[in-house]
């Protein structure tokens, strides 16, 4: 049963310290995904890959987030210097994105990294 | 930003009764799609619609959509309290490469 998969799945943190998360997509799949999610805002775009290129991540505070891709089956998200503000629950997900329509359709969310900054 | 606005924010009601969540986007879409979080989890895909169907069934749910008001409805028949969880819709624009935008969600809590 194919699944994305994400570490860690808890992560408690004091401000100005770097945290990074990581995420295993689903094997074939070519599109990533970063959400953030607080009861406030929701569930937010950070950032997403296709084919490991970044397409947009402007969701995403660029003065301390970075997204990447290292290999397909590996996507990072990094806060440095974290944070209060940034204590969410940090979603990866993952889609097959057909070349030639180019729409995505279903997407696979990982159990999330509950992030707390304290 | 979010396209999608799901409508009640919160819904309460008695197994065995019907649960429906509304939702309204604002352009034009090539699908919608409905997930489901139970808490402390992630997202699960329940139902896709494309922009050219009215109307979708999968087991106990039934999707409607209406390209010209915008809007899409989640229905769940004969509810029970494992379907206790936060609904979500959300949008795929008709344009290669984008992501899809969620709404805020329906909390609903069914008891028994």
């Known amino acids: 049963d194919a699944r994305v998969t994400q570490t860690p799945r808890h992560k408690v943190t004091e401000m100005g310290q770097e945290v990074t998360m990581r995420c295993q997509p689903i094997?074939?799949?070519?599109?990533v995904f970063w959400y953030r999610q607080t009861m406030m805002q929701g569930l937010e775009l950070l950032a997403y890959f296709r084919n490991r290129a970044p397409l947009d991540d402007s969701g995403m505070p660029k003065d301390r987030f970075s997204a990447e891709m290292p290999d397909a089956t590996l996507a990072t998200l990094k806060i440095q210097p974290s944070e209060p503000r940034d204590s969410a629950v940090y979603f990866c997900?993952?889609?097959?994105?057909?070349?030639?329509?180019?729409?995505?359709?279903?997407?696979?969310f990982g159990p999330g990294t509950r992030l707390l900054v304290l | 930003s979010q396209q999608g606005e799901e409508d009640p924010q919160a819904l309460s009601i008695q197994e065995g009764e019907n649960a429906t969540m509304n939702c309204s986007y604002k352009?034009?879409?090539?699908?919608l799609q409905w997930y489901r979080q139970n808490s402390g989890r992630g997202l699960v895909h329940l139902i896709l619609?494309?922009?050219?169907?009215r109307e979708k069934h999968s087991g106990r749910l039934r999707v409607t959509l209406d390209t010209s008001k915008k809007s899409s409805s989640l229905l769940i028949t004969a509810s029970r309290a494992a379907d206790t969880a936060s609904y979500f819709c959300a949008t795929a624009a008709n344009q290669a490469g984008t992501a899809l935008i969620f709404g805020k969600g329906t909390t609903l809590s069914v008891s028994s």
């Open positions: 352009t034009s879409i090539n699908n």
């Open positions: 997900a993952s889609g097959l994105v057909p070349m030639a329509q180019g729409i995505l359709e279903t997407q696979y």
């Open positions: 619609i494309r922009s050219n169907e």
């Open positions: 094997l074939g799949h070519n599109t």
